[in-house]
């Protein structure tokens, strides 16, 4: 069964780095996602991408954030400036183009920021 | 006020007893419900969705929708011990995919 793979699975950084977290969304999937949860804390959307741009993002996803689609394959997120309470689980999703409202989610990947 | 509320628990029940999972929610707007189970460690996983009210039955599971009192909620029959996880409720409004989640209520089906 396709899955939405992420890597790495665990990224330590110092703070104030860049990091990129990696996803490789379900082939055929149009539309693709980030959230974040930070521990103990409810899931939040971050951003959504459809045809090669975003559709929509919230408050959380500022200036430190980007999101690309380097390839056919590849969603990668990007925080430019890493600050202590960027820590949490960052969850890739992709849906469809039947519906946006079918996602499949990522295993994550936990950043720690020092 | 929450947008979304969800009771934490964790709920813990027999093997085989009917579950009830429940979210409010303060926002008049939100029309597609969504159902998630999570399990630890992993991402989640779509499990129901429903549009404005009404129940959906899929298997074990049946989701109900009451707008009017602002209320979702989720029954699991025959539970299992697989059936183990974090629940999560997700919503929205029409014209943004932007779902707000619930926290999350942790089930423990015990064999």
């Known amino acids: 069964e396709p899955e939405v793979t992420q890597t790495p699975s665990h990224q330590v950084t110092q703070m104030g780095q860049e990091v990129i977290l990696r996803c490789v969304p379900i082939?055929?999937?149009?539309?693709f996602y980030w959230y974040r949860q930070i521990l103990g804390q409810k899931v939040e959307f971050l951003v959504s991408?459809?045809?090669?741009?975003?559709?929509?993002k919230s408050e959380i996803f500022d200036d430190q954030f980007s999101v690309e689609r380097p390839d056919g394959s590849n969603f990668t997120l990007k925080i430019r400036s890493t600050k202590l309470e960027d820590s949490a689980m960052y969850f890739c999703?992709?849906?469809?183009?039947?519906?946006?409202?079918?996602?499949?989610f990522g295993p994550g990947t936990r950043l720690t920021v020092l | 006020q929450k947008e979304v509320e969800q009771d934490p628990g964790p709920l813990s029940v027999p093997e085989g007893a009917i579950v009830s999972l429940n979210c409010t929610y303060s926002n008049s707007a939100f029309q597609y419900f969504m159902w998630y189970r999570q399990y630890s460690r992993k991402g989640p996983e779509l499990l129901m969705y429903?549009?404005?009210?009404g129940n959906k039955e899929d298997g074990r599971f049946t989701a109900q929708v009451d707008k009017s009192s602002k209320y979702i909620s989720l029954f699991i029959r025959d539970s299992q011990p697989s059936d183990s996880a974090t629940y999560l409720c997700a919503m929205r409004a029409s014209g943004t995919y932007k779902y707000i989640f619930g926290t999350g209520t942790r089930l423990k089906v015990l064999a």
């Open positions: 082939s055929n999937h149009l539309y």
């Open positions: 991408f459809y045809n090669n741009e975003i559709s929509e």
């Open positions: 999703a992709s849906s469809p183009g039947t519906g946006q409202d079918t996602q499949y």
């Open positions: 429903t549009y404005s009210s």
